[in-house]
T-cell receptor, first 113, second 118 residues
Framework: AQSVTQLGSHVSVSEGALVLLRCNYS??????LFWYVQYPNQGLQLLLK??????LVKGINGFEAEFKKSETSFHLTKPSAHMSDAAEYFC???????????FGKGTRLSVIA | GAVVSQHPSRVICKSGTSVKIECRSL??????MFWYRQFPKQSLMLMAT?????????EQGVEKDKFLINHASLTLSTLTVTSAHPEDSSFYIC??????????????FGSGTRLTVV
């Protein structure tokens, strides 16, 4: 069975600082990996996804993630945090086209002015 | 892009009553919808997989008689919480993807329903 582990339930950064949210996956077959963002009382919005075409994936709002098979990681980064980035971020995995997403526990990002 | 409309966004009901939550795929056909439950400050837990025209598949520990899922058409799935109790208070979210989308397509999520049982 596949799973994801997000290290750090809460990350706090200063505005303009680098954002790094960690995600490690476990899967017996090549996985599809995703990062979603959730604002309070809202659904989830897709930030980016790993499609196997490129290991460095660029998403919306300046976020990107790098797939490292040797480290079974898919960490999310953004060079410069903005106040509007404060939200909950979820890493998710699935192994085939129509199976449900399996989510990590989420990381709450706080941005300090 | 694909849009999933979820209603209501918030509902308060009395203990013992039933509540229906709807998810509609507005611009695509969804043969499969997934229903998740999210407790405060926690992750999303899969409740069931809803397939158009057939019975839903429930995850272990989810009471199928309490959480009734219907997927009568390719654009509509409903979750009915029957005889609701305060412990059913939670955030419920549905997700789906277009029927003919590639296998690496990210699912689209509804905006969620905040259920409060008093």
């Amino acid at each position: 069975a596949q799973s994801v582990t997000q290290l750090g339930s809460h990350v706090s950064v200063s505005e303009g600082a680098l954002v790094l949210l960690r995600c490690n996956y476990s899967s017996s077959v090549p996985p599809y990996l995703f990062w979603y963002v959730q604002y309070p009382n809202q659904g989830l919005q897709l930030l980016l996804k790993y499609t196997s075409a490129a290991t460095l994936v660029k998403g919306i709002n300046g976020f990107e993630a790098e797939f490292k098979k040797s480290e079974t990681s898919f960490h999310l980064t953004k060079p410069s945090a903005h106040m509007s980035d404060a939200a909950e971020y979820f890493c998710a995995v699935r192994v085939s086209g129509n199976t449900p997403l399996v989510f990590g526990k989420g990381t709450r990002l706080s941005v300090i002015a | 892009g694909a849009v999933v409309s979820q209603h209501p966004s918030r509902v308060i009901c009395k203990s013992g009553t039933s509540v229906k939550i709807e998810c509609r795929s507005l611009d695509f056909q969804a043969t499969t919808m997934f229903w998740y439950r999210q407790f405060p400050k926690q992750s999303l837990m899969l409740m069931a997989t809803s397939n158009e025209g057939s019975k839903a598949t429930y995850e272990q520990g989810v009471e199928k008689d309490k959480f009734l899922i219907n997927h009568a058409s390719l654009t509509l799935s409903t979750l009915t919480v029957t005889s609701a109790h305060p412990e059913d208070s939670s955030f419920y979210i549905c997700s789906a993807r277009p029927r003919d989308s590639p296998s690496n397509y990210g699912y689209t999520f509804g905006s969620g329903t905040r259920l409060t049982v008093v």
